[in-house]
């Protein structure tokens, strides 16, 4: 069985995807890397075939959850028990991945996610976006009983039968923030949060909530959680797996 697997959803990241694959080697040489080419139009295949790294190239652009999800599709196939999720501009240290993997292997969480609000750190957005996680982070931390600080993180690892999980039609197809974390807490798993640092503006970024998406976001997001609550329970397949 294959081990850890970081899976990387893009779409047009030629000016970012280069520098996030050497700084992930910078400090962990031995993890596999998958890039989700989600449609790009600029030379993001390029570069990611010239560095040699798993490359799955989508015909369109479906979006960041199903590009995430066709990662977890793989990493099942291929049978590795753990998945570091990262996003392509940037903005995630890649330093604090053994971190991470430290926390999740040598305890019964199932789930990390690294929040970019623990222990004091600095994390500047806009005032929409705050609201917004602030607003998704009581919800969720009400519902699951877990404080959550930083639902939107797209930085988490992911081990055993939650890979499994993440590859089922439950899987929301464009923002998997909050509502997956409450589905994954409704069907069992173990969520921990730990402190991790984001760059608060990424050389080159693009958001994925900016202007009118920002309040298509939250609207989304507030439904998907409505549904998510309102669904039968969801189990997962092996309850015991590590």
Known sequence: MKSKLVIIPAYNEEKN?????????????????????????????????????????????????AALQTGFLYAKQKGYNTVIQMDADGQHDPSF???????????????????????????????????????????????????????TSGFQILKGDVIDFMSQDLFPPDY???????????????????PVKMKSNPKHAKSMHRGHKTIYYVLKMLLSIIVTLLRVKPKRRNPNAA
């Open 97 to 151: 991945i053994l971190k991470m993997l430290k926390e999740i292997q040598n305890t019964d969480v199932d789930v990390v996610i690294g929040s970019r609000f623990l222990e004091g750190n600095s994390y500047k957005t806009t005032a929409s976006k705050k609201l917004g996680m602030v607003l998704f982070g009581l919800l969720t931390s009400l519902i699951t009983r877990i404080k959550i600080t930083d639902p």
């Open 176 to 194: 998997p923030d909050a509502d997956m974390i409450i589905l994954l807490h409704r069907a069992g798993f173990k969520i921990k949060e730990v």
């Open 17 to 65: 995807i280069e520098d996030v694959i050497h700084n992930i080697w910078k400090f962990s040489s031995d993890l596999d890397i998958l890039v989700i080419n989600d449609g790009s139009n600029d030379q993001t295949t390029n570069i990611v075939e010239k560095l040699g790294v798993k490359l799955i190239s989508l015909p369109n652009n479906l979006g960041y959850g």
